[in-house]
């Protein structure tokens, strides 16, 4: 932009424009209030917006950011790109590239397919995995958010809970039918939807860690728990990977979890991390299981952008740029900030808990006793206090996520400035907060 124009002016006209002046629901600052920021750059840690103003950005673009905004190897992977050609329709060098370091990360992982979007991958997965074993029914979890295809959308977290909408118009009984809703981490419950409808569960879908309802902590065991079963009754455990995948450790949250405990999903789906900010995603797994896709098998999935090379190189560049000290700063900020987030809070006598999974982490108000372990629990927690802490840490130059619903997010490039700014802040929101009436 040339010139400064405040969000109030761009939201004004992107309101006339497009439904809720957005084009992803909790972009419109729904369950916050106020106005949205209008964001035109980002560097490092920090995002500027139309005005001129910085932030400490703790959003990443959702996760994507794991490197920092801008990491100079991924722009110039992408401009070198560009100057190839922005797309061609056509297999190029770099989709098995990124294919391969997917693979040397995720060691189950045997055959990948790219798409663009993660519910594009969740989509796929699902089909997939009811043309491989013939069944119709599909278990997800209250509280998990897998994208917004029809038939995962019932109790999902994510806008959704933001929005406070139990599922979506547009979805037909027959369609929401087809999905058990179950409570998260109970494998009681599980081991009783198999024992009625086993013969006809395609699948398990999970969040490898949820991070959609705020992040919730799989109960030891939990996600183990559902390769068993699945296993035993011939279905398929897709673990989605989509938030946590290459972020909460080189090989995703299954890297912290599963890769030690002996146990692998069939499928994975990943997004975010893999693309380094471009619209890239995939779904991998057991090759016996994704060679039913077209074009060696019977079921169909087809993208004209899919493995589009500009967002191939990003995704390269950032999967290479993520070494170990990467994840080892993000760790150390994570614990650092979530450590001085609850110091603050407790000072001004807020109850919370911290919820954690990885290097991922969000604060649930009015849940220090029991903490948050499915979606009952977040939903029941005291949400109006986020309102006024996420403002003033707004206020004050810190970026969050704009719903108590998501994880907060670092990244490589936040180093001690970027820290010092949000420490800062939290004495402020932390007052906000305690004074927060229902």
Same mark, same amino acid.
């Given at each position: 932009?040339?010139?400064?124009? #405040?969000?109030?002016?761009?939201?004004?006209?992107?309101?006339?424009?497009?439904?809720?002046?957005?084009? #992803?629901?909790?972009?419109?600052?729904?369950?916050?209030?106020?106005?949205?920021?209008?964001?035109?750059?980002?560097?490092?840690?920090?995002?500027?917006?139309?005005?001129?103003?910085?932030?400490?950005?703790?959003? =990443?673009?959702?996760?994507?950011?794991?490197?920092?905004?801008?990491? &100079?190897?991924?722009? +110039?992977?992408?401009?070198?790109?560009? !100057?190839?050609?922005?797309?061609?329709?056509?297999?190029?060098?770099?989709?098995?590239?990124?294919?391969?370091?997917?693979?040397?990360?995720?060691?189950?992982?045997?055959?990948?397919?790219?798409?663009?979007?993660?519910?594009?991958? *969740?989509?796929?997965?699902?089909?997939?995995?009811?043309?491989?074993?013939?069944?119709? %029914?599909?278990?997800?979890?209250?509280? =998990?958010?897998?994208?917004?295809? !029809?038939?995962?959308?019932?109790?999902?977290?994510?806008?959704?809970? *933001?929005?406070?909408?139990?599922?979506?118009?547009?979805?037909?009984? +027959?369609? +929401?039918?087809?999905? %058990?809703?179950?409570?998260? @981490? !109970?494998?009681?419950?599980?081991?009783?939807?198999?024992?009625?409808?086993?013969? @006809?569960?395609?699948?398990?879908?999970?969040?490898?860690?949820?991070?959609?309802?705020?992040?919730?902590?799989?109960?030891?065991?939990?996600?183990?728990?559902?390769?068993?079963?699945?296993?035993?009754?011939?279905?398929? %455990?897709?673990?989605?990977?989509?938030?946590?995948?290459?972020?909460? #450790?080189?090989?995703?949250?299954?890297?912290?979890?599963?890769?030690?405990?002996?146990?692998? &999903?069939?499928?994975?789906?990943?997004?975010?991390?893999?693309?380094?900010?471009? &619209?890239?995603?995939?779904?991998?797994?057991?090759?016996?299981?994704?060679?039913? %896709?077209?074009?060696?098998?019977?079921?169909?999935?087809?993208? *004209?952008?899919?493995?589009?090379?500009?967002?191939?190189?990003?995704?390269?560049?950032?999967?290479?740029?993520?070494?170990?000290?990467?994840?080892?700063?993000?760790?150390?900020? #994570?614990?650092?900030?979530?450590?001085?987030?609850?110091?603050?809070?407790?000072?001004?006598?807020? @109850?919370?808990?911290?919820?954690?999974?990885?290097?991922?982490?969000?604060?649930?108000?009015?849940?220090?006793?029991?903490?948050?372990?499915?979606?009952?629990?977040?939903?029941?927690?005291?949400?109006?206090?986020?309102?006024?802490?996420?403002?003033?840490?707004?206020?004050?130059?810190?970026?969050?996520? &704009?719903?108590?619903?998501?994880?907060?997010?670092?990244?490589?490039?936040?180093? !001690?400035?970027?820290?010092?700014?949000?420490?800062?802040?939290?004495?402020?929101?932390?007052?906000?907060?305690?004074?927060?009436?229902?």
């Amino acid at each position: 932009m040339t010139q400064t124009v #405040s969000s109030e002016e761009l939201f004004d006209r992107a309101r006339s424009l497009m439904p809720g002046g957005v084009n #992803s629901p909790v972009r419109a600052f729904g369950s916050v209030g106020g106005t949205p920021r209008f964001l035109v750059s980002a560097k490092g840690p920090y995002v500027t917006d139309s005005e001129g103003r910085e932030y400490v950005d703790l959003v =990443c673009s959702w996760g994507p950011a794991l490197v920092g905004h801008s990491h &100079p190897d991924v722009l +110039a992977a992408v401009h070198s790109a560009v !100057d190839r050609g922005l797309s061609f329709g056509a297999s190029t060098p770099a989709e098995a590239e990124l294919a391969a370091l997917v693979m040397d990360r995720v060691k189950p992982v045997e055959r990948l397919r790219m798409v663009s979007t993660g519910t594009e991958a *969740t989509m796929t997965a699902v089909r997939l995995a009811r043309g491989f074993t013939g069944r119709n %029914l599909v278990i997800k979890f209250a509280g =998990c958010y897998h994208g917004h295809l !029809d038939g995962l959308l019932a109790s999902a977290g994510s806008g959704v809970a *933001t929005l406070a909408l139990p599922g979506s118009a547009g979805v037909t009984a +027959a369609t +929401a039918a087809e999905t %058990l809703v179950l409570p998260y @981490n !109970d494998v009681a419950a599980v081991e009783a939807a198999f024992a009625e409808h086993g013969a @006809n569960i395609a699948a398990v879908i999970t969040e490898a860690a949820p991070a959609n309802m705020g992040v919730v902590t799989p109960a030891e065991g939990f996600n183990a728990a559902l390769s068993r079963i699945t296993t035993s009754h011939g279905a398929l %455990l897709i673990l989605d990977e989509v938030l946590t995948g290459f972020r909460t #450790s080189p090989a995703g949250y299954w890297g912290l979890t599963g890769e030690k405990e002996g146990w692998a &999903p069939d499928l994975y789906t990943f997004g975010k991390v893999i693309g380094g900010g471009m &619209p890239v995603a995939a779904l991998g797994g057991r090759a016996d299981v994704m060679e039913y %896709l077209a074009p060696l098998g019977p079921v169909y999935q087809a993208g *004209t952008l899919s493995g589009n090379p500009i967002a191939m190189a990003a995704g390269v560049a950032t999967l290479t740029a993520a070494t170990p000290e990467v994840y080892a700063n993000i760790d150390a900020r #994570s614990a650092q900030l979530s450590q001085a987030v609850s110091e603050a809070l407790s000072a001004e006598g807020v @109850n919370h808990s911290v919820q954690r999974a990885g290097n991922l982490f969000s604060i649930a108000f009015g849940t220090a006793e029991h903490g948050v372990h499915d979606y009952a629990d977040a939903l029941a927690q005291e949400a109006f206090r986020f309102k006024p802490f996420f403002h003033s840490m707004l206020d004050s130059g810190i970026y969050l996520p &704009p719903s108590v619903f998501e994880a907060w997010f670092l990244s490589g490039a936040h180093d !001690d400035a970027a820290m010092d700014r949000i420490l800062a802040a939290l004495p402020a929101a932390a007052k906000a907060a305690a004074a927060a009436q229902p």
